[in-house]
Each structure stands twice: as C-alpha cells, then as structure tokens.
C-alpha cells in the first residue's frame, strides 16, 4: 500500500520560514517524480513545484519562484520543500504527490497523494 506522509506544517509569521516534509512507502521511490501542491480556503488545489526522479530537474509555480526550494532525498524516501519570505497567501493546505517519470503540474495525472499538512501565514 502506497502511503504519502506530510508533516512540517504550522503557523508561521509573514517573513519567515518552514520546511515541509513528505515521506513516502510502499512505492519505488526513485521511480516517482515528486510534487507539490496547496489548496487555499475557498480556492481550488494547484501546483507549487516538482522534483525528477533523481532531483537533478526542478520547477516551480511562478507563486513561490524565488521563494520555494524543492529537494528529496531518496536514500531516505522523502520530498521536501523548503519554503522562505512566507506570505499570507501562502496559507493553504499543501499537498504531495507522485507521478512516474514527469514534470507536469498537471495534478490529474499524479497517482498517489498524501493527507496534506496545513500551514498558515497569520496577516
């Protein structure tokens, strides 16, 4: 059974920062492209950045460019996504996922997803 695990999550002040976490078990890891997702409170879910296979090719959501570091570890089976100079419009509940051998932001095509883990950028 394939499980995503997010964690890290919380509230922070507007300027500062959070690492996320995500990992996963009971899929070939290194086999999966990584992603990241959020979905704000009355907001649809979209897509915040990807990571390939082997982490050698990143992309970002135009949102968090500058701001978003996307990393994994795949001795370790995790994901991570590093996130500085947070603003309140980065609240959301965000999301990881995984899709075989892609960097779309499309999450349509991503087949498994975790929980979510909610962070919060009090105004």
């Known amino acids: 059974q394939v499980q995503l695990v997010e964690s890290g999550g919380g509230s922070v002040q507007a300027g500062g920062s959070l690492r996320l976490s995500c990992a996963a078990s009971?899929?070939?890891?290194?086999?999966?492209?990584m992603g990241w997702f959020r979905q704000a409170p009355g907001k649809e879910r979209e897509f915040v950045s990807v990571?390939?296979?082997?982490?050698?090719?990143?992309y970002y959501a135009d949102s968090v460019k500058g701001r978003c570091t996307i990393s994994r570890d795949n001795a370790k089976n995790t994901v991570y996504l590093q996130m500085n100079s947070l603003k309140p419009d980065d609240t959301a509940v965000y999301y990881c996922?995984?899709?075989?051998?892609?960097?779309?932001?499309?999450?349509?095509?991503?087949?498994?997803w975790g929980q979510g883990t909610q962070v919060t950028v009090p105004s």
């Open positions: 996922a995984a899709i075989l051998r892609s960097l779309t932001p499309s999450q349509a095509l991503y087949v498994y």
């Open positions: 009971g899929l070939n890891f290194g086999d999966y492209s």
């Open positions: 990571i390939s296979m082997s982490g050698g090719g990143t």
